[in-house]
């Protein structure tokens, strides 16, 4: 069965097809593998198999009935931030290990109606709130590349399940590169979906109920080991939640703006104001770029349309930690106050945006959101003349395990210079503050031997454009490699 450890879910649905393979067959083997492999990798935090056993076998008789779905008899994976009845969804929270919902978050009722069999739920750090993946609950995720680097966050356990052969599909989120930066550092696809395209019902921090609100900056979307894969799990999974703009909508996604590489106009980046990239990062983005050359794609560097990366960073920042201190006790949000009362109106670093955000009054808020749809403004006017937008993930690939309880303290190294470990969000944000599509690539190994991946970013709602690309540039690159 090793022929389909690797094998993506398009493979596998044609081997289904022909009678090459079961969905019990599959099951089972993705079953072993996690059994004598997870053990050192512990992506998988809540195995599911009995379950999963038993949707298999209702997948292949539901095959030889003459049905057909699109995840029908494919081993899954789910993220466990989300909702699934009977099993524990506890974002990592000690507090919350024994909580389990009654029923399943939408995205995952969607993907199980499509029939795949899910296999279990993969690992997350504390409150989603991290680049890393470890909990006290369910202990270190490790990258399958190197177990002494990170997977990173906070989809961390998807992106290390999809590299080990564990199931052909995952479910993540993404609010601070969480679906992309796990992809980059595993080496293999994510899709960032332009913000409130999938419902995100169900996906709520425990004990909160399941209601169909949309979250700020926050999505859910699609891992896979192919981008075809990306593709065929975002239309399972998009499309609004029916009990909101489901009673009156419809989901038609555009088409992809071109279906030849040649045709395709591209703005690559590989420098921000707030952190340099590293050179392991560059060189994957140097790749990319002569792969859209060799290709006949219209490649730019530059562009005064470009919205400016400093603004767009720091009003990113204010928005990503205004969601943080909702909960905040009266007297440390009181101290965050008077701390930020204390800044001086020029100053616009990272460190002081973090603290402003985390004490935005409503006021502030709706001012923030009004640059935000300047912003927006501002892509659309660029994407009139440019289809996508290549750059970094993040300035490295996947760094040394960090567990210093004190994330202010901790430190990104990029090329031997030091920086605060949040700046590196910066590359996540360009997509997310806008609510922009952004598909992550994986574009080759490192010099040290690490994936290194770039996203794609799109125009809103054209999300087909940016997975389109990343199908053309998988065929040029190469696409996904199994971890050694």
Not at 15 to 41: F, K, N, P, Q, W
Not at 311 to 332: I, M, N, V, W
Not at 347 to 364: C, I, K, Q
Not at 446 to 468: C, F, H, K, N, W
């Amino acid at each position: 069965m090793e022929k389909w450890t690797h094998a993506t879910a398009e493979e596998l649905t044609a081997a289904l097809r022909s009678g090459e393979v079961s969905s019990v067959e599959l099951t089972e083997d993705a079953i072993g593998r996690i059994e004598r492999e997870d053990g050192a990798l512990n992506a998988i935090c809540v195995p599911d198999f009995e379950r999963a056993r038993d949707a298999a076998r209702e997948a292949d008789r539901a095959r030889a009935r003459g049905e057909e779905r699109p995840l029908l008899g494919i081993p899954v994976t789910v993220k466990e931030s989300y909702n699934v009845a009977g099993l524990p969804t506890s974002w990592g929270m000690p507090q919350f290990r024994d909580h389990v919902p009654a029923e399943d978050a939408l995205p995952v009722a969607r993907v199980r109606a499509a029939g795949a069999v899910v296999l279990g739920k993969t690992n997350v750090p504390l409150g989603l709130q991290d680049i890393q993946t470890f909990n006290e609950i369910h202990g270190t995720t490790t990258n399958p590349w190197d177990r002494s680097r990170t997977c990173g966050g906070s989809s961390g356990g998807s992106a290390v399940a999809l590299a080990a052969g564990f199931g052909a599909l995952s479910l993540g989120t993404d609010l601070a590169g969480s679906l992309r930066t796990p992809a980059h550092f595993c080496g293999v696809y994510a899709h960032k979906p332009t913000l409130h395209l999938v419902p995100t019902r169900g996906m709520v921090p425990p004990p909160a109920p399941a209601l169909p609100a949309d979250i700020d900056l926050a999505v859910a979307g699609p891992m896979a080991r192919s981008a075809r894969d990306l593709s065929l799990l975002l239309d399972v999974m998009a499309g609004p939640d029916p009990l909101t703009g489901g009673l009156a909508h419809t989901l038609r996604l555009p088409a992809a703006r071109h279906d030849r590489l040649r045709d395709f106009r591209v703005l690559v980046l590989d420098e921000h104001p707030f952190i340099p990239t590293g050179t392991d990062v560059r060189a994957g983005l140097a790749r990319v770029a002569d792969a859209l050359t060799a290709g006949g794609a219209r490649v730019e560097r530059h562009s005064p349309l470009l919205p400016d990366l400093a603004d767009a960073a720091e009003l990113y920042t204010l928005l990503l930690f205004s969601g943080r201190t909702a909960h905040f006790p009266t007297g440390l949000h009181s101290e965050l106050v008077a701390r930020a009362a204390g800044l001086s109106e020029d100053d616009h670093s990272l460190d002081a945006a973090r603290l402003r955000g985390m004490t935005l009054s409503h006021r502030d808020w709706l001012a923030a959101d009004h640059r935000r749809e300047l912003h927006r403004h501002g892509w659309r006017e660029f994407f009139a003349e440019f289809d996508a937008v290549v750059a970094p993930i993040t300035p490295t690939p996947a760094f040394p395990h960090d567990h210093d309880p004190d994330l202010m303290r901790r430190r990104i190294t990029v090329d031997g210079t030091d920086h605060p470990y949040f700046d590196q969000l910066v590359w996540a944000g360009l997509a997310t503050m806008p609510g922009l599509p952004a598909t992550a690539v994986p574009t080759g190994p490192s010099a040290g031997g690490l994936p290194v991946g770039v996203q794609l970013i799109g125009p809103m709602y054209e999300d087909r454009t940016p997975l389109r690309l990343a199908e053309l540039l998988e065929e040029q690159l190469g696409g996904f490699r199994a971890p050694h």
